[in-house]
């Protein structure tokens, strides 16, 4: 990098406004000046041991990296329509905290913000905590392996998302998802899942009622269902689940083999329903 930033406080709209080629090392972006959008159109930056008390202060930097940092509950919309960055052992509070985004990639972080990734393209979280009341809505291309998630409303909208070895708490996710894959992962809520399309849970633990209705091509390989009632109404499925299941509902089209179901209700179908249930053994 040609220029070193050290040590230093700023709190003046746009302070280090189009910043190029630099190192921001153990500064402040905190004060009675109250400035927003401190970092705006920076590029090929490098942020670390920093703490940032502001608005907006990485809108439209393209080429960074962002270590040992925390941006705290007045960092609003930290980071929108960024592009190509690292993000590593940093803390982010503040609501909306990356909208828009492409290519941001974040390990060993904790994060609490709602509204979190937002109509962004290319994120990937590792080794992560956090929670978000509506994460990732109307996202493409997202991965997150070994993830501690909660949240309510997760996944909506989103397209092309991978989860590996992760644990999430949340409500309704996934719901008008296309291709998601889940692998060795416990997912919990309400309502999962619904007008998925191309949705694959393999070696998962699923919790919670009324889950993966109104489902197209949806696949379970290898899963366990925990609470799970009023199982996959209308949904097109082929499901290989382990252990008890408490209730299958109207199962659309497919075949859902498990070792064992509590009932299977076949009522009041609004459309011809023509899955079929097998208990192994």
């Known amino acids: ?7 230093q406080t ?26 927003e959008s ?16 502001l608005r907006y202060p990485l809108w439209h930097v393209h080429g960074f990296s962002m270590k040992k940092t925390t941006m705290d509950d007045l960092t609003r ?17 503040g609501i909306k905290a990356v909208r828009e985004c492409q290519n941001i990639r974040l390990r060993d972080c904790r994060i609490r913000s709602q509204e979190f990734g937002w109509k962004s393209d290319g994120i990937t979280l590792e080794d992560t905590e956090i929670a978000s009341e509506y994460l990732f809505l109307d996202s493409r291309n997202i991965t997150l392996e070994n993830v501690r998630m909660s949240g309510k409303y997760s996944f909506q909208y989103v397209e092309n998302l991978l989860i ?27 309502y999962l899942g619904w007008f998925s399309e191309g949705l694959t849970l393999v ?9 993966l209705c109104y489902c197209k ?14 199982s996959f109404e209308y949904s097109d499925v082929d499901a290989d689940v382990r252990g008890h299941v408490i209730s299958i509902k109207n199962p659309r089209s497919g075949r859902i083999l498990v070792d ?22």
């Open 77 to 93: 919309a930290a980071i929108w329509y960024a592009t190509d960055g690292d993000i590593i052992h940093s803390e982010m509070t």
């Open 164 to 190: 590996r070895n992760s644990n999430l708490d949340t409500k309704d996710a996934f719901w008008h998802a296309k291709n998601v894959r889940v692998e060795n992962s416990v997912v919990k809520g309400e």
């Open 1 to 7: 990098m040609e220029t070193r930033i050290i040590n």
């Open 38 to 53: 401190v970092l705006k159109e920076a590029r090929n930056i490098h942020v670390e041991d920093c703490r940032f008390s």
């Open 217 to 230: 091509d949806l696949r379970l390989i290898n899963c366990i269902m925990e609470d799970a009632d009023l």
């Open 260 to 281: 064992s179901v509590g009932e299977i209700v076949r009522e009041d179908p609004i459309m011809e329903c023509t899955g079929e249930v097998v208990v192994r053994g």
């Open 203 to 211: 070696n998962c633990k699923i919790i919670g009622t009324q889950p």
């Open 10 to 35: 700023f709190d003046e709209e746009r302070s280090l406004y189009h910043l190029q080629n630099a190192d921001v090392l153990h500064c402040v972006f905190a004060g009675p000046a109250d400035g």
